[in-house]
């Protein structure tokens, strides 16, 4: 196997890991203050994901958009991952009557509100991933 397949093999970027904590970590904080149940968030080496019930639709779409936002918030810029997210969202925002635009103004003030939350939990869920990735 050749070095440069060894380096690429072990996953993302030291970089891209804390952008996928702080873009779960978005979720997460959002999906708390919001008062959604049943989170899950996996995250190892390669990515992140996550799992919720939200009580509303709107809810369910400003949590979505949470994490994008947390990442313009946070490191001022989007990594550009977040078409899934964005596809939920408008899908949950259908049945609200409220727009895109709308909600994701919502989430960015959610995360303004929560930065220090954010980052404290971004910065545990990269120790995790970053413990993973020292002992593969």
């Given at each position: 196997?050749?070095?440069?397949?060894?380096?690429?093999?072990?996953?993302?970027?030291?970089?891209?890991?804390?952008t996928i904590a702080i873009h779960e970590a978005g979720?997460?904080?959002?999906?708390?203050?919001?008062?959604a149940t049943d989170i899950t968030v996996p995250v190892d080496r390669r990515g992140g994901g996550f799992w919720f019930?939200?009580?509303?639709?709107?809810?369910?779409?400003?949590?979505l958009l949470a994490g994008q936002q947390a990442e313009l918030v946070l490191t001022g810029r989007d990594s550009g991952r977040s078409e899934y997210d964005l596809r939920q969202?408008?899908?949950?925002?259908?049945?609200?009557?409220?727009?895109?635009?709308?909600?994701?103004?919502?989430?960015?003030?959610?995360?303004r509100g929560a930065r220090?939350?954010?980052?404290?939990?971004a910065a545990r869920r990269l120790d995790v991933a970053t413990i993973g990735r020292r002992a593969a």
């Open positions: 196997m050749s070095i440069r397949r060894l380096l690429t093999s072990r996953g993302p970027s030291l970089e891209r890991q804390q979720h997460v904080v959002a999906a708390r203050m919001l008062g019930a939200a009580t509303s639709e709107l809810d369910e779409a400003v949590i969202a408008r899908r949950a925002l259908r049945r609200t009557g409220v727009d895109l635009d709308a909600a994701g103004k919502t989430a960015a003030e959610l995360v220090l939350d954010i980052e404290s939990e």
